[in-house]
């Protein structure tokens, strides 16, 4: 608003008629501090101006400097009010700006911290990835191990059966000469020096007699057993070895005059070999057995 704008409402602002919107306006431009407005609202007379209708009044002299005092006190309150309130709103508009800035700065803060939290959360995710990675990694290396494992596991089997395979053939052959040559197989044990005989003491009255031809190098022994009642019955030897363990040996039906002939293949050599019992089927009754010691008696 300009000086010539502004003079031109001064009357009505004077009169108190000036609506609030350009009374804002006057009271902040004379609260500048403009000495050339000011001088033209303190000249100003105060409340509505006389119009035809207004009774005039006779105007002593005498009145002239008290209404004069009267208009400057009341201009200057008037002018007083005005700057009291202009700052009154400067200060509020100061203080809202200071609480805006306040606010703006925990909004900031709050940002930061935002920030900083997206940052340890993207860390953390780049963490896991990687994490992931070498999980994945690592299963691939296991898969890997296993299928090596695994193949030569199936190679160890092959070997194993083929020695399993071996080892039967072996012992089939052990068996068919131990089986079909009692003779052979004494003549074998016979011709090694320190060859052991160990006689079977009876277990039972009238369970006969016999021995046991064994060497301590050798899987293999010789047994001759006489006098065994013989009507249906079944026999069959028990082996005690040097660990406590008692394994079963070949079974054998003795002839009419209760006598067999019975080469044993050994699950040790004969050195191992603690005790033979012979015993009668079923029911496993002992009826002759022998104890050997670890150097047979005959070495």
């Known amino acids: 608003m300009t000086h010539d704008e502004l003079r031109a409402v001064l009357p009505p602002y004077a009169a108190g008629e000036l609506d609030e919107g350009p009374a804002e306006a006057v009271r902040s431009h004379l609260a500048t501090g403009c000495p050339d407005c000011l001088g033209a609202l303190f000249r100003l007379p105060v409340g509505r101006p006389r119009g035809r209708w207004d009774v005039s009044l006779p105007r002593a002299g005498w009145l002239a400097p008290a209404t004069a005092l009267v208009l400057a006190v009341a201009l200057a309150t ?67 191990e296993r299928t090596r494992l695994e193949t030569e596991l199936a ?15 072996r012992d089939a052959e052990i068996d068919r000469l131990l089986g079909g040559a009692p003779e052979r197989t004494l003549a074998d044990l016979a011709a090694m020096p320190g060859l052991g005989v160990a006689r079977l003491e009876p277990r039972a009255s009238g369970a006969g007699r016999g021995h046991l031809l064994w060497h301590p190098a050798r899987a293999a022994a ?49 050195a191992r070999l603690r005790g033979v019992t012979v015993v009668e089927e079923p029911g496993a009754r002992p009826v002759l057995g022998a104890q050997l010691g670890a150097v047979p008696a005959g070495g």
Not at 155 to 169: F, K
Not at 231 to 245: K, Q
Request: hydrophobic share 45%.
């Open 222 to 270: 010789l047994l001759y057993v006489f006098g065994l009642p013989s009507a249906r019955r079944a026999y069959r030897i028990e082996l005690e070895l040097d660990d406590g363990r008692v394994q079963p040996g070949p079974a054998f039906e003795p002839g009419p005059e209760g006598d067999a002939v019975l080469p044993i293949r050994l699950p040790v050599v004969g």
């Open 155 to 169: 190679a160890a089997e092959a070997r194993v059966g083929s020695l399993l395979r071996s080892i039967r053939r």
């Open 78 to 144: 008037l002018v007083g009010w005005t700057i009291y309130d202009l700052r009154q709103r400067e200060a509020e508009r100061r203080a809202e700006g200071a609480r805006a800035a306040a606010r703006l700065v925990d909004a900031e803060t709050a940002r930061a911290e935002a920030a900083a939290r997206s940052d340890t959360l993207a860390r953390a995710l780049e963490a896991a990835r990687a994490e992931a990675a070498e999980a994945r990694a690592a299963a691939g290396v296991a898969a890997g």
